[in-house]
């Protein structure tokens, strides 16, 4: 039994990682995580000790998380995902890299969470295919259609914020070379 908790306990980090991709908040990210765990050990006979316990407990975080949806209104997590929100929230970045990491963590926001669920456990957890439609019940196919579709919605996004950033940088070059003829 102590090396299947200790095999638990040291995905704990992925699984934060992962819960705060989901819920953007900390600390309902932490309350999932805990949930996700206490259900773990409760039923910690339904894994089998020689797998590895990742797949199974991002199952139990992803169907906590689903549960979590489904009771909530919807309208309170739109508005709470909102751009403006993020922004007026974030702290200002100091380095180009922070700011690059800022726009991509916002535009992963902007994505349906079916989507953001699907890219954030192949692309940042690393579970192959197989292993994240299986997290999240859905066949591979469909699992490779979200992760193509939010890729997509991705590009679109950070094109859009490319774009915008392009436009302010325009009119600020306008206005100090109106302001040095003056």
Known sequence: MAPMRRAITEEVPRLRRHARSLLRDPEAADDLVQDCLEMAVS???SWRSGDSPRRWLFTILHQLFVDQVRRTNRQVHAEALMPETIEAVALPARQPDNIASAEVLSALQQITPERRAAL???AVEGLSYADAAHVLGIALGTLASRIAGGREELRSILDDVSR??????TERADVSTKSAAS
């Open 43 to 45: 039923r910690i006979e």
């Open 120 to 122: 954030t456990l192949v």
């Open 164 to 169: 915008r950033k392009m436009t302010v940088s």
